[in-house]
C-alpha cells in the first residue's frame, strides 16, 4: 500500500493497530515501518509505543527523561504490563484520545476573520508559543530547536496570528506519524493546543485544530489523533463539536513533579484553595516546607520549616505589620503617606453628596469613584464624567465602604508592580476585557464567552459581571448589550483592569523604567510594608512618568508568568531554602 495511508478509510478504521491492543502483527498487504520511534518534542519525548517490540522497551524509554521534560508513550499495549515494569515511576494517563477521521472531515465555508493560522516562522514565534505555555503551566520548549524545525515534514508548530497586533495568541503541534515512523495506518496527531489566555478574538482553539486537520487531510492522512484530559468538558465538547471521537488508545508517563497533580490525590484540606493561595502552598511543598490549611475558604495557611512558622493568608504573612495593614487598606492614608515621600499621586476628596464633589468632577472632567477600604475592584467606577453618573457611582460604592473617595482620573495604562522583600519582583500591564465583534453575535453574549475563557484561564478567579457598571461602559461606547458590534470592532466592556472582574495581565518587568522600580520600592519602603502590590497609572512601563493609586497589603501573585512570585515571596519567608 502507499505511504500516503489506506484507500479505503473503512479497511483503516477497521484494521486501525493503533486500536486494536491484541494484535502485534499488521494485518496483510501492510508495511512495518521503523522501530522503537521518540520524538523529541522540545518538552519531552513523544512515544509512539506501537513501534516497539515489548513493554520493558517502552518503559525504559519513557524513564529514560532528563529533568524538567515530560515523557509520554501512546498506543501503548497492554498498558498493566508496562505499568509493572516499573509501578513505582509509571503511572496510566488518566486522559482520554480522541480521533477525527479525515475522510469524513469537511472544512467550513465560513472563516473566522481578524487572525491568521500558519507555521511557526521565526525565533519570536517560538519565543511566543512559550509564553502561551508558561501562562498555562505548560513545560516550555527550547525556542532555538523549534525554530530550527520551522520546515519540518514530521513536526509543525502551528500559531494563531492576530492580524492587527501581529501578536502570536494561539499554537498547536502536529505530529504526522508516517513521516515519523512510516506509519501503515497513515495516522497524524496534535499536541499542545494552547490560546492566550487574554485573547479576546472568537473560535482561535478551534482553527487551530482544522489548520491541522487540513494539512494533514491535504497530505493524504487518514485519522488525526489527540489527547485531553478526562474532567476538561469544555475542550472534550470543542472536538466533538469538530467530529472527533473517542477511541481506546492510553498513555503511560512517569512520575516526575511535573506530573504530580495526575497521578496524586490533593490533600483533602486544599480543596477550597484559590489559586493565590494554591500558588503559595504548592511551592512551599516543592521545598519540603510543612503546609497546615487553617481556612481554605478564606485562603490562610501556616508554613513550617524547622523551628520556624508563619502564619498567611495568601501572600499576606504574618511578617506584615498591622499598622502597614491598616495604611494600604485606607485609600485616604496610603496617598497621604506616599505624598509625603515625595512620591506622585492623584488629587482626591471624600465624597459628602455635596457641590463640592461636582465642582471636583468639574475641575477634573473625569474622575474616579472608589469605596475608601476595598480591594479586587468591588465597587470601583472609572471615567465618570457627568453629575447623574457621579451620583450613581457614589451610591454603588457605598455599598462597599461608607467612605467614598472622588479621584482624578489620571490617563496611562495600568500597571501592577509586585515588591517582596523591598524588591521589584514582577510588573504587569492590566488592561481592562475587550471583546471583538464577529458581525451577528450580540455584545451580551460575546460578554459571557469572554467571561467563561477568563474564568478557565484563572481558575474560576476572573469573572466580567453583566451588572450597571459594564452597562455602563457599554452605552458609553455608542451601544446596548443587545448590539451587534460588526466584524473586527473592539470594545472594553470595563474601564477598570482587574483580574476578578476580567481584566488581563501583560508581563513588562523587562521593559520598567528605573525610575518606576525607584518609586515602587520607595512606596513600599514608606508604608513599611515588605511585600505589596502596587497600581501605577504610565504612559507605558518603560518611560518615567507615573502617579501611583493604591497599595495592596494582600497581592494576588499568580498569572505573573513567567516571573517567579511564588519563589521570592517563599524565599522572604524562609531565606535559607532558597534555591541558587
Given amino acids: 500500500m502507499s505511504r500516503r495511508g489506506h484507500s479505503d478509510p473503512r479497511l483503516a478504521q ?56 515530560r515523557n509520554i508513550a501512546i498506543y501503548v499495549r497492554d498498558p498493566h504490563v508496562i505499568l509493572a515494569q516499573n509501578p513505582q515511576q509509571l ?24 487572525y491568521a493560522v500558519r507555521r511557526l516562522r521565526t525565533l519570536e514565534d517560538a519565543q511566543a508559543i512559550n509564553r502561551i505555555y508558561a501562562a498555562h503551566g505548560m513545560v516550555p520548549i527550547d525556542a532555538g530547536m523549534a525554530w530550527k524545525q ?63 486537520a487540513e494539512h494533514y487531510q491535504a497530505r493524504g492522512r487518514v485519522f488525526m489523533d489527540l489527547s485531553v484530559m478526562h474532567d476538561n468538558s469544555q475542550a472534550i465538547s470543542l472536538y466533538e463539536k469538530l467530529g472527533f471521537t473517542r477511541v481506546p488508545v492510553f498513555t503511560v508517563k512517569t512520575k516526575n513533579a511535573i506530573n504530580e497533580p495526575l497521578y496524586t490525590e490533593p490533600p483533602d484540606d486544599d480543596a477550597g484553595l484559590n489559586v493565590y493561595a494554591a500558588i503559595i502552598t504548592n511551592e512551599a511543598r516543592r521545598r519540603g516546607i510543612r503546609v497546615e490549611i487553617l481556612d481554605a475558604e478564606y485562603g490562610y495557611f501556616k508554613l513550617t520549616l524547622g523551628g520556624r512558622s508563619i502564619t ?12 502597614a495593614m491598616s495604611r494600604c487598606a485606607d485609600k485616604r492614608v496610603t496617598r497621604r503617606i506616599l ?31 472608589k469605596p475608601a477600604d476595598g480591594e479586587q475592584g468591588a465597587g470601583i467606577s472609572v471615567d465618570v464624567r457627568d453629575g447623574r453618573a457621579l451620583r450613581s457611582a457614589i451610591r454603588t460604592a457605598r455599598k462597599h465602604d461608607e467612605q467614598v473617595l472622588i ?11 509586585i515588591v517582596i522583600g523591598y524588591k521589584v ?29 477568563r474564568e478557565a484561564a484563572t481558575d474560576g478567579e476572573a469573572h466580567i459581571p453583566l451588572d450597571k457598571e459594564t452597562e455602563r461602559c457599554v452605552r458609553m461606547a455608542g451601544h446596548s448589550l443587545d448590539d451587534v458590534l460588526a466584524q473586527g470592532e473592539t470594545l472594553a466592556v470595563r474601564k477598570t483592569a482587574n483580574l476578578h472582574t476580567g ?77 541558587a
Fill in 150 to 212: 520551522r520546515a519540518s515534514r514530521t513536526m509543525i508548530y502551528a500559531v494563531a496570528e492576530d492580524l492587527a497586533t501581529g501578536r502570536v495568541v494561539g499554537t498547536a503541534t502536529g505530529v504526522d506519524h508516517v513521516e515519523a515512523c512510516g506509519d501503515p495506518e497513515g495516522g497524524s496527531s496534535l499536541w499542545c493546543l494552547a490560546v492566550d489566555p487574554d485573547a479576546t478574538l472568537p473560535g482561535l482553539g478551534q482553527s487551530l485544530v482544522r489548520f491541522l
Fill in 425 to 453: 519582583v514582577a510588573a504587569a500591564i492590566r488592561r481592562p476585557p475587550v471583546i471583538t465583534g464577529d458581525g451577528s453575535t450580540p455584545i451580551r453574549t460575546l460578554v459571557e464567552k469572554l467571561s467563561r475563557r
Fill in 14 to 69: 477497521r484494521h486501525a493497530q493503533s486500536l486494536n491492543h491484541q494484535q502485534r502483527t499488521p494485518p496483510p498487504n501492510q508495511e512495518i515501518g521503523q522501530s522503537n520511534v521518540s520524538l523529541d518534542m522540545g518538552w519531552g519525548d513523544l512515544i509512539l509505543a506501537h513501534t516497539f517490540d515489548g513493554p520493558g522497551d517502552v518503559a525504559r524509554a519513557l524513564l529514560d527523561e532528563p529533568s524538567g521534560r
Fill in 312 to 323: 498567611c493568608r495568601e501572600s499576606l504573612s504574618a511578617l506584615t505589620s498591622a499598622v
Fill in 503 to 579: 481584566g488581563t495581565l501583560q508581563d513588562v518587568t523587562h521593559l520598567l523604567h528605573p525610575t518606576l522600580v525607584h518609586a515602587a520600592v520607595n512606596a513600599a519602603r514608606a508604608l513599611e510594608i515588605p511585600v505589596t502590590g502596587l497600581d501605577f497609572l504610565v504612559p507605558a512601563a518603560s518611560q518615567p512618568d507615573y502617579v501611583i493609586i493604591e497599595a495592596n497589603e494582600r497581592p494576588g501573585l499568580a498569572n505573573h508568568e513567567p516571573q517567579p512570585t511564588a519563589q521570592r515571596f517563599i524565599d522572604f519567608l524562609f531565606p535559607r531554602s532558597a534555591v
Fill in 407 to 417: 479621584e482624578q482620573c489620571c490617563p496611562g495604562d495600568d500597571l501592577r508592580i
Fill in 91 to 114: 503511572f496510566l494517563d488518566p486522559s482520554h484520545t480522541f480521533r477525527l477521521w479525515l475522510a469524513h472531515y469537511r472544512s467550513p465555508r465560513q472563516r473566522n476573520r481578524g
Fill in 339 to 369: 505624598e509625603r515621600a515625595g512620591l506622585n499621586v492623584p488629587a482626591q476628596r471624600v465624597a459628602d453628596d455635596s457641590d463640592g464633589d461636582l465642582e471636583f468632577l468639574r475641575l477634573h472632567q473625569s474622575v474616579v469613584v
